[in-house]
């Protein structure tokens, strides 16, 4: 079994900043591509960052000079700064990898969490 288990989110005032953290655990041989998502009230998910296992980036435009994606492959751990926040920036963000286990590769999702920009 895999887990993504997000931390960091909370409520801040724009213009400031918050760091996500994303976990992976269980039985994982490998993780290629890992990545953030995020849900506002009433809108689809969205793409925000995503990040290689070599390090190449890939950013939406709405977030690009604000935020940046890394990872540690060591602990199989994933990074979203968040800096000069929005109130549009408000929304659940979901972790998501692709994860190879013994039996096969397939992509998982975090169970979120919530970021609110306050103005």
């Known amino acids: 079994q895999v887990q993504l288990v997000e931390s960091g989110g909370g409520l801040v005032q724009a213009g400031g900043s918050l760091r996500l953290s994303c976990n992976a655990s269980?039985?994982?041989?490998?993780?290629?591509?890992m990545g953030w998502y995020r849900q506002a009230p009433g809108k689809q998910r969205e793409l925000v960052a995503t990040i290689t296992r070599s390090g190449s980036t890939n950013y939406v435009d709405s977030v690009k000079g604000r935020f940046t994606i890394s990872r540690d492959n060591a602990k199989n751990t994933v990074y979203l700064l968040m800096n000069s926040l929005k109130v549009e920036d408000t929304a659940v963000y979901y972790c998501n990898a692709d994860i190879t286990v013994y039996w096969g590769r397939s992509n998982y999702w975090g169970q979120g969490t919530q970021v609110i920009v306050s103005s």
């Open positions: 269980g039985s994982i041989r490998s993780i290629s591509t």
